[in-house]
């Protein structure tokens, strides 16, 4: 059975190209998701709906799903056959595409899609891709020499094809500013997100994980796979997280946090990295950074405040691993969210 969707923009949410300056297109808040034969229809319709939710703030994106030749069913999978009705030429005037998976890697993608990346890219468009998607993305050229996110099965196909690219197939995804890259199906949902705290914050972004009835954040350096992801209700280490979330202003030692789990300090490390995929040691400097932008996000709180309140002691330390995390400085960063 073959089953045909076929996808149209609301007019409402397209502006006419001829009528966008690059002022317009730097701040815009259009999203293209890109469709062509063999796009993975899972990823596509995820991206949809995340970036397509209705009613979650005034500003909210406008999507469009393009095609090299608008109208004609393109192959998605499973019997699942995709109809979009706005050409590539639309590409080059949005603000972010979304590139879903490649549902065979070894096959080239089209020149016209390739180009069409190319020329959005070469106006400023910033381009994310999902799962195997970055496989298109780097049969554009457009990531020689980049570090990029890849699902561990396919790195190793990536590395061999594009030996220029830094491809890690540990991590979540990769945010290289104008172009951004994720590992596996859930991951790229993980990456939507982190989209949408980027251009609207934390707030939002927790909103339309809520809707979505996903966690609100997973950073883009957590490991890709946990072999004991879901901690059971009840389980000391589950107990222990959600306390230190309320608590990152104390003293969170490696001892401390044994003995609060009742577990020897060997113990409590071990079961802690095969709960969540991380050293104690780290997932509190994860919590406390994620905390520290979330103030900075909400609050008028001074830097040295923030410090303070999320356990670092001084705007120094803080300064460090914000920097660390997101290459800029604790107030650049709120600057640049609020503008």
């Known amino acids: 059975m073959t089953v045909i969707v076929n996808i149209v923009p609301n007019p409402r949410n397209r502006k006419s190209p001829s009528n966008r300056t690059r002022r317009d297109r730097s701040r815009d808040r259009t999203v293209a998701l890109l469709a062509y034969d063999g796009v993975n229809a899972f990823e596509l319709g995820m991206a949809l709906e995340v970036f397509g939710l209705p ?9 469009a799903v393009c095609a090299e030749r608008p109208g004609v069913p393109l192959a998605a999978g499973s019997g699942v056959k995709i109809v979009a009705d706005v050409p590539f030429s639309y590409l080059a005037e949005v603000g972010t595409i979304i590139v879903p998976g490649w549902l065979d890697i070894e ?4 020149e016209p899609v390739l180009s069409a990346l190319r020329r959005a890219h070469a106006r ?12 298109v993305v780097a049969a554009a050229g457009l990531l020689d020499g980049r570090r990029v996110a890849a699902h561990w099965a396919h790195a190793e196909a990536l590395m061999r094809r594009h ?8 991590v979540l995804y990769v945010d290289d500013g104008d172009i951004m890259s994720s590992a596996g199906r859930a991951a790229g949902l993980d990456l939507c997100i982190h989209i949408v705290r980027k251009d609207f914050g934390a707030e939002v972004a927790n909103e339309v994980a809520r809707r979505l ?11 890709q796979f946990i072999p004991s992801p879901v901690l059971a209700e009840g389980d000391p280490l589950a107990e222990l997280c959600a306390w230190m979330r309320t608590h990152l202003n104390r003293d969170l030692t490696i001892a401390n946090l ?15 990295e095969e ?3 991380t050293s104690p040691g780290e997932w509190v400097l994860q919590e406390r950074v994620m905390r520290a932008r979330s103030l900075l996000e909400a609050t008028g709180m001074s830097v040295e405040d923030v410090a303070t309140a999320v356990g670092f002691g001084t705007s120094d330390v803080l300064r460090h691993h914000f920097r660390t995390r997101f290459d ?4 650049r960063y709120r600057l640049g969210f609020r503008a």
């Open 55 to 63: 009613n979650v703030s005034r500003d909210w994106y406008r999507v």
């Open 107 to 110: 096959a080239s993608p089209s």
């Open 124 to 135: 400023g468009v910033r381009i994310a891709s999902i799962c195997s998607g970055v496989f």
């Open 163 to 170: 030996p220029s690219l830094r491809v890690d197939s540990k």
């Open 213 to 223: 009835v996903i966690p609100a954040h997973r950073e883009g350096g957590q490991a």
């Open 258 to 272: 044994a003995g609060r789990a009742r577990m020897s300090r060997r113990t409590f490390i071990r079961r802690f």
């Open 275 to 277: 709960a969540t995929g």
């Open 328 to 331: 800029t400085s604790p107030s």
